[in-house]
């Protein structure tokens, strides 16, 4: 079984930065691609970051220059590095993480909030 378990999300002050990360544990598991995904109260689910499985990385227009997804293969884990933080970016984000196969699997969600 693959589990995925979140951390790093909080309060900060606008313009503050923070580092979730996404920890992928299971029998044999490898992190292949990975997304980041985050959600508001009332809104749809947004897109944000994406490493691809050739490693290329991919941002919405939003967080384009201010965020950054890595990984660490080595430990399976998923990074989402959020500089410049602004109230909009206050949401849920979630981890998204693809092995070797098309199917994925999701982080139950950390809570990210920026104060004005």
């Known amino acids: 079984q693959v589990q995925l378990v979140e951390s790093g999300g909080g309060l900060v002050q606008a313009g503050g930065c923070l580092r979730l990360?996404?920890?992928?544990?299971?029998?044999?598991?490898?992190?292949?691609?990975a997304a980041w995904h985050r959600q508001a109260p009332g809104n749809q689910r947004e897109w944000v970051a994406t490493?691809?499985?050739?490693?290329?990385?991919i941002y919405s227009n939003s967080v384009k220059g201010r965020f950054t997804i890595s990984r660490d293969n080595a430990n399976n884990t998923v990074y989402l590095q959020m500089n410049s933080l602004k109230p909009e970016d206050t949401a849920n984000y979630y981890c998204?993480?693809?092995?070797?196969?098309?199917?994925?699997?999701w982080g139950q969600g950390t809570q990210v909030t920026v104060a004005s």
């Open positions: 998204q993480i693809f092995g070797p196969t098309i199917n994925s699997y």
């Open positions: 990360s996404c920890v992928a544990s299971g029998s044999n598991f490898a992190v292949n691609a």
């Open positions: 490493m691809t499985r050739d490693g290329s990385t």
